[in-house]
């Protein structure tokens, strides 16, 4: 940074750190890395206004939506005046919104300056459309400037246009000295009209104060407004039949019998999630914040269970101490489902997280934008932070920051991310090459992979010591350990002829195992010691080791080819998850079924046959549609909406 940029930085934080309001945008803590001034400070989804009247493409606004942003600006200006602040730089592209573009947040303070209670400024600064004729003619100022620079703003806002533009500086102030601009349009009354003339006055005596144009009866609705609707939660209005006026049906409101049609019905949920495994033998549904949350991905870990809202929000589930357990005999099999308590992610309200991935010990989400967020164990270097410090809260991956991240998966100590120009990037524990680095060295930052030419990677998922890319033309991609043959990596012949065995490989390699090599993959999850891919055509194919029965064919035997999922073969398999002996998958989006090692709940049933896929019973509810799963070692997380609410299919 330069003197002045460090200045100017310095200036910024200083100012903000006296401001405390809802239109301003909130200063949070500065501190130094690496020579630079970080500043944080809330975040405004929305853009800014200048982008808003861009977008309009020539359409005016309302007069009472031009009115509802001036409102919040006077509020925002009158508490930066009342702290003896000058802004010096308003504009529209300083104005920023929330993400629904209602609430405004005046930004950028970066030359403002603190005045004592009687003085004035001297210093020209600010941007030549903005500044007043007392700036151009170089003479003091004070809080009137602020108000011409709100009148440009105001002005702007009624014309899609700037009130003084000219083709250089020497035309624009004479321009500016001048007081001229083109009328504002005859839709608006003529108090809006007034009240812009009177803010750009030439003479900074006649512009009105701030408690003035407040006292302005245009402006009064709009300020009540604020106050008394703004944020209000709209209701659907329901009108129903007054009731009789005859004695008898008055007395038979006031009485105990009440009719069913007057009985509310229970409010039905958007979303469900279940959970079995690690002791678990049944599926347990899991709390949600509210009947209206509804989840659109989920994603389980060693310890972890998170899910993604689709208003963007991220959920993390907490297991608390269930009461009695202290109590049971050692070696009890019944143990008592846990209390899993939902609660939002703090500190992300204004960011829109949309997808999530558990590790053992860390997590990664990533919002709409593309930026990379961890927290949880630093161990292995697994959060990309350039350490191996633990976060407790989520933390952004700012070696990525200049990427924009599609997709990201953890593996039990790895992450891989895959970004929308087809790049990925590895980091965390490097044994047996599951980086695809080329090396088995570990890494606490984002590191480039390379990938095979002619490949373009669109999905990325991690086991716990290999990986695997899923390309844009629906091919596999694999690298680290393929014991068992479970990366599908070792060459094998269509006769079922292994002609080579592979081992481990320290850099991602197309599949060489028949009929995997011809299929067209749509999704693959990878448990301890096998893996399962999910075609276009909603075939399952598993491969690995069927030691537990987790391949879901008994017959199976140690052969290392890919074989399909015959039980399941006539079905349309809609999802695949992998846990560590264990898989469970979900056909035609409904039915889910589970193989493999049953030990501690982990297929979520009690049948004997555990080898080939059985369906799993939810027992008292309602039919639904999965939206997601995810398995992690022993337990399973299962995300549905209901097929159907109020006679239609659910979003």
């Known amino acids: 940074m330069t003197k ?18 809802p239109n301003i945008i909130k200063y949070f803590e500065n501190f130094l890395e690496d020579k630079a001034l970080m500043i944080v400070m809330e975040y405004a989804q929305g853009g800014t206004l200048m982008d808003v009247l861009q977008q309009r493409n020539g359409i005016l606004l309302e007069e009472e939506e031009i009115l509802k942003y001036f409102a919040q600006m006077l509020l925002s200006l009158q508490h930066v005046h009342s702290k003896q602040i000058l802004h010096r730089d308003l504009k529209t592209q300083n104005i920023l919104l929330d993400k629904r573009k209602e609430v405004v947040k005046i930004g950028d303070f970066g030359i403002s300056k603190v005045l004592s209670s009687k003085s004035k400024a001297y210093t020209v600064v600010g941007t030549p459309c903005y500044i007043s004729p007392e700036l151009c003619e170089g003479k003091p100022y004070n809080q009137k400037s602020d108000i011409w620079a709100l009148g440009c703003v105001l002005y702007e806002l009624a014309s899609l246009k700037r009130a003084f533009e000219a083709a250089n500086l020497p035309a624009l102030v004479m321009k500016i000295m001048r007081g001229t601009f083109a009328p504002i349009s005859v839709n608006y009354s003529d108090e809006l009209k ?31 407004y604020l106050h008394t609707d703004m944020g209000k939660i709209n209701c659907t209005r329901i009108n129903r039949p007054m009731p009789s006026s005859s004695p008898f049906n008055r007395m038979s409101i006031r009485g105990s019998h009440t009719s069913r049609e007057s009985i509310s019905t229970k409010p039905t949920t958007l979303s469900s999630v279940f959970y079995w495994g690690s002791g678990i033998g049944r599926p347990v549904k899991m709390g949600l914040p509210s009947t209206d949350t509804q989840l659109i991905q989920a994603s389980s870990g060693r310890t972890q269970k998170a899910g993604v809202t689709k208003n963007g929000r991220l959920i993390v589930w907490e297991s608390s101490s269930v009461a009695g357990t202290e109590t049971l005999i050692p070696g009890a099999t019944d143990i008592p489902a846990p209390t899993f308590i939902p609660r939002y992610l703090e500190g992300q309200s204004a960011v829109n997280i949309q ?87 570990s890494h606490a930052s984002p590191m480039p992979v390379p990938i095979p030419e002619h490949f373009q990677p669109s999905k990325v998922c991690c086991g716990v010591d290999c990986s695997m890319i899923l390309t844009h033309d629906n091919k596999l991609l694999c690298c680290g350990s393929n014991r068992y043959n479970k990366l599908a ?74 074989q399909p999922l015959r039980t399941l073969d006539s079905q349309n398999v809609t999802a695949v998850a992998c846990g560590d002996i264990f898989t469970v998958a979900v056909v035609d989006e409904k039915d889910v079924y589970s193989w493999g090692k049953s030990s501690r709940g982990r297929l979520g049933r009690t049948e004997e046959n555990t080898t080939e896929p059985g369906k799993i019973i939810f027992i008292g509810e309602d039919p639904f549609i999965a939206v997601d799963l995810s398995c992690s070692h022993g337990n399973t997380l299962l995300c549905t909406k209901p097929q159907q609410v109020n006679g239609g299919p659910v979003d």
């Open 489 to 562: 990596l070792d060459v094998i012949s269509p006769d079922g002829s292994t002609m080579k065995v592979i081992e481990e490989v320290h850099s991602f390699s197309p599949v060489a195992s028949y009929p995997l090599i011809n299929l067209h993959v749509k999704q693959v999850a990878m448990g301890t010691s096998h893996s399962a891919a999910v075609t276009a055509d909603g075939k399952c194919y598993m491969f690995g080791s069927n030691q537990f029965g987790q391949l879901g064919n008994s017959s199976h035997g140690n052969s290392r080819q890919p």
């Open 355 to 441: 997808h999530v991935a558990c590790g053992d010990f860390h997590t990664a989400c990533l919002t709409d934008r593309g930026i990379l967020m961890t927290f949880g164990s630093g161990a292995n270097g697994c959060l990309g932070h350039g350490n191996h410090n633990d976060v407790a809260q989520a933390k952004i991956v700012e070696a990525l920051l200049g990427c924009e991240v599609t997709q990201i998966s953890c593996g039990a100590s790895h992450v891989i991310a895959v970004t929308n120009e087809h790049e990925v990037f590895s980091w965390g524990r490097g044994d047996n090459g599951r980086l695809g680095l080329g090396t088995q060295d």
């Open 194 to 224: 007034s009240l812009i003339l009177s803010m750009l006055h030439l003479d900074p005596n006649k512009r009105p104060t701030i408690n003035q144009i407040m006292a302005q009866p245009i402006v009064i609705n709009a300020l009540m």
């Open 4 to 21: 002045e940029e460090r200045q100017a930085a310095l200036n910024e934080s200083k100012v903000l750190s006296m401001l405390s309001h």
